[in-house]
């Protein structure tokens, strides 16, 4: 992490500035494997449970007809903090702007398949909200921040800095029910690609 340093009103004033491209994915990172975590998740009922949103608002994902994809990521980072250490080397945990940055340059198209999009992380409300604003997201950011849904549906988390996140992980509902599962989620960028891909497929049933 690099300090720069503004002189304003005699006082020195010092912010930081992250040494990587948040935005891009590095070269060589190393690719997540299916370890079966998600395995139980196929058909599966959401729980009722009422989850913050950018909006302000609760949404319940249980209650929501038709088809509803959302994309669980661990963390998105800000350009003023560097990852925690080693991020890099943990497999699937790198990629979570990107991956955002996916599903909004590939929302009109999802949504013109009928499906609407959230993304989901343990992080606050409050900081969701500053990627969704920085990211010009065209979608709500859902807070699991108290591991509700987390817990009652048994998604798969790791441990970073004695912080518990949640591997990165995409499900597509139907009716309150878990219709498709995509983990693990490689290369994060493509995963709005895939979503899709997958949803045009269905139509062609």
């Not at 929501?64 to 699937?92: F, H, K, M």
């Not at 991956?99 to 993304?119: M, N, P, T």
Request: hydrophobic share 40%.
């Amino acid at each position: 992490m690099q300090a720069s340093v503004t002189e304003r009103l005699g006082l020195r004033i010092f912010f930081m500035v992250r040494t990587d491209n948040l935005y891009e994915l590095p070269t060589g990172l190393p690719i997540p494997s299916d370890d079966g975590a998600c395995r139980h998740l196929l058909g599966a009922g959401v729980p009722a449970l009422s989850l913050m949103s950018t909006l302000g608002r609760p949404v319940d994902l249980a209650g929501l007809s038709g088809l509803t994809v959302v994309y669980c990521y661990p963390r998105t980072g800000r350009p003023d903090q560097n990852a925690p250490a080693g991020w890099n080397e943990i497999p699937g945990a790198r990629g979570c702007t990107p991956q955002s940055c996916g599903f909004r340059d590939h929302y009109k198209e999802i949504q013109s398949l009928g499906a609407r999009v959230f993304g989901l992380s343990t992080q606050s409300s409050q900081y969701q909200q500053e990627a969704a604003k920085r990211l010009s997201l065209p979608f709500e950011l859902l807070s699991d921040e108290d591991f509700a849904l987390t817990r009652a549906l048994r998604l798969p988390t790791f441990v970073v800095d004695s912080v518990e996140l949640i591997k990165r992980l995409t499900l597509i509902i139907k009716d309150g029910f878990i219709e498709k599962i995509f983990y693990p989620v490689f290369p994060p960028d493509q995963n709005a690609e895939q979503v899709r891909d997958w949803l045009v497929e269905q139509l062609r049933r």
